[in-house]
């Protein structure tokens, strides 16, 4: 290790900064983080309030709180708001705070652009608000009641609002390339001497592949809505039939982002896991190397299996056949990972703290929606349960145990390395019941309403889908109110508590456990050496 | 602040340069793996013939 002597000057910017300033001028990674994180949790119930309202109206059938333009509204906006605003920033917020902790680095590799990738996030949150309100408002247009594909005819003959809409997704794709390029610089030129790459924590591994996917698909859906923006206001044709151009050019431009975004929300949430588990099984990560590789397979096939989102627009036997075989075979890398986790536990000193019982959700309730994910994927199946309710089930069986309760798992790991205070394990427990039992209720029986018929993306239904309507819905209100524990914990643990030691898990292993709990504003000022 | 060890000239240099190639392979895809120009190409050709 390297001695460093500090001038006066740069001894007195080792404090933190007071005020507003400390946080809108930050280049700090740890309070960029925390920006991120709040950012997100704030998406969380913006998003989580749109659900409630979306399974509201669908207590009963008929229309009961919202037109149905509203609700389509409200559809859009919640996936937007959830993907973009929650999953996306959390995973990016526990990438700030974690990964120069990781790789032993006192900071991002670019700071300033650090800053720059987070506050582009408040500006594109403001203008897709902005989308949803400007229709109430008089020659504000029409909702947005495309979903949140937004594909052409549809949203080319959408109000203003889409306007504001394509923006905000222009923003958040400046905010997600810079960020990706800072997290990825990070990892190849900043870590730890001795830290090979194969010596990496397997949450940086995955934010590197995570990175790279978002550097190769983001642009394409910026191009797909620029095109749209120029469809909607210069005379082009790119998806108008009528001149000459493809509405089903845009499909695959926005599912060329679209599928490999579900391993951008996954695969950090994996690297979570791949702590988690060994942390609290008291054992080594089961197959580091065939992880990296299981994760490097699932990203490279997935960018190349997209159009099984599309089996019904008519493509030809060869085409739809190789999407399908494509999609399946990604279960053969993604099983591989639940083996290592399953493999990690085994004959592990397992305890179930928070942490720990959301990792085991995951790897429970994730497969199970990875197991419908390939019913889907099989081409003459997929034409029945296509547009059902069935896929609201499934990719939310995916999406919420795969990357929410992943960063759940996440932020209770380190919440006592950040804060410096142990969280209530008993309220965490709690918080932990009340979710999964109310996701379950939630979206199991949609499985069931999807397999009978019931339409996904209608504001009304057919009496017989009544009562896994009534279920459905009663699981929401549970399921989204218990979230209002997850901000109290997270307050609470933030004011006070017991004292969190460095290591604040027992068979928790990393560069980020040497350092105090909470960290000083600026840590590994000195290289740490890795053996 | 600074930190003597790892903000030398050369590793923010390679810091910079890595972005920079990283922020190119972002622009060709988005360039590329759309007909956005061609269609852009394809428009303005046909008013030019008119």
Redesign the interface.
Known sequence: M?T???THD?AH??EAPKGWRRWLFSTNHKDIGTLYLLFALIMLFVGGASAMLIRMELFQPGIQLLDPDLYNNLVTNHALIMIFGAVMPAAAGLANWMIPMMIG???M??PR?NNLSFWILPAAATMLLLSFVVPFFPGGGTQINTGWTIYPPLSVQVGMSMDFLIFAIHLLGISS?LA???I??TL???RAPGMKMLKMPMFCWTWLVTAFLL??????L???V??LLFDRHFG?S?FDAAGGGDPV?FQH?FW?FGHPEVYILLLPSIGVLSHVIPAFSRKPLFGYNSMVGAMIAVATIGMVVWAHHQYTIGMSLGAVTYFMIGTILISIPVGLMIFNFIATMWRGAMTFETPMLFAVGIVLMFTFGGLSGVMLAVVPADMQYHDSMFVVAHFHYVLMPGAVFGLFAGVFYWLPKWTGHMYDEKLGKLFFWTNVIGFNITFFPQHFLGLAGMPRRIVDYNVMFTEFNVISSVGAMIFGLSHLLLLYIVIKTIRGGKKAESRAWEGAKGLEWELDSPPAF?TW???PQIK | MRIPEYQTPELRRKNVRLAWILGGLALFFLVTSFPFWTGIFRIVGNQAMQ
């Not at chain 1, 550097?215 to 394409?220: E, G, N, Q, R």
């Open positions: 390297s460093t002597t500090l740069e910017h080792h680095a006192p900071d590799a670019l652009m390339v990706s390029i800072n990825i610089v190849l030129n900043m550097i190769l698909v983001v642009p394409v910026a191009g797909g620029t095109m082009t790119f050019l431009l060329f600026h000022t000195v290289a």
